[in-house]
Each structure stands twice: as C-alpha cells, then as structure tokens.
C-alpha cells in the first residue's frame, strides 16, 4: 500500500529509520502501531528499538491528533503573564494533559514557546485562530466555540500496510 514510500530507501538499512517515520507521519499525523512494525521489518530492527527512537524524538507522535489543536504558549511574555493558569484551565476541561488528545478526538493539547503575537499575552491558538489576553474565564466558551463547529478530518483512520 505504501510502496512508494519504501522504495525511496534500501530495504535493511538502519540509517533509513528516522526519514522512513518521517515520510509515514506525513501521511496520517502520527505513527500508527501497525506501520512501526512494518518500518522495523523493512529496515530490520526489533520493534522495540523502532518504538525507541519514535517515542525519543518530540517530532513523532504515537497518537493521532485531534480534530481541533490548542497550541498554549508558554513564551517569556505569556509566562508572566500567567500562562500556565489557561493551561490548567484547559486540561482541567478537557481531562487530558498537554500532549495528549481527549478520547472523542475533539481536541489535542500542545505547549509551544512564542507564538510571535507577544503584545497580546497570554495567547493560545485553536487551529489558525489567535486568542489573545486571555484569562480562564474565557476558557470554556472558546471550548464550547470549537466543540460545536466540526472540521473534514485530515485524514481517515489508516489501513496501515506498508510493505
Ligand atoms: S511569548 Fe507567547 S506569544 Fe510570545
């Protein structure tokens, strides 16, 4: 299914790893169990060792993300400005941790440094949207705004087989 991705690189070649999770994250968003252990027969090494290195580097991820991404910054200027507060707020409401995704995909939480808009601190992203000075308690009614609004998904649940 995925041929094309693995003819780029020659079969048993351990240094292909990083770039071949590169190429299959691309495709779905994250790295589905069953293409890690496609990737680790192609290049011949134990899943484990595969698994390894994809939960080693912050670029991987091993779930799929949600369906509307909060992006907290926790830049200089948000931090001062309490930051940490709306992240609470968030993982509160959502019952999840930064980094994770609720169990309806409805939403993934992810912490960044500056997001370049400092003079209106402190600032998350939902998607493209910007929401600045914020305090907790515009927390929920920016939650229930994307709750209600449903964007195509990215990309279907993968039949994932790569070989
Ligand atoms: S520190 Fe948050 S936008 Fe710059």
């Given amino acids: 299914m995925h041929n094309h991705i693995f003819e780029k690189y020659p079969a048993k070649d351990k240094s292909q790893l990083i770039p071949l999770l590169q190429d ?41 993300l949600g369906e509307n991404i909060i992006r907290v910054c926790r830049g200089t200027a948000c931090h001062v400005k309490n930051s940490a507060n709306i992240l609470y707020a968030l ?7 930064a980094g ?10 992810e912490i960044v440094a500056c997001i370049g808009a400092c003079s209106i601190a402190p600032v998350m992203t939902v998607n ?34 790569l070989a």
């Fill in 24 to 64: 299959v994250q691309a495709i779905y968003g994250y790295l589905p169990e069953l293409a890690l252990q496609e990737i680790a027969d192609y290049v011949g090494l134990p899943l484990s060792r595969v698994y390894g290195v994809a939960t080693f580097y912050n670029q991987f991820r091993l779930t799929p």
């Fill in 91 to 97: 993982e509160s409401a959502l019952k999840i941790k």
């Fill in 100 to 109: 994770e995704t609720t169990r309806d995909r409805k939403f993934t939480i």
């Fill in 128 to 161: 493209d949207d910007y929401h600045g000075r914020l305090t907790v308690k515009d927390v929920p009614t920016i939650l229930k705004k994307y709750q209600t609004t449903t964007k195509p998904k990215a990309s279907a649940e993968p039949e994932v087989k």
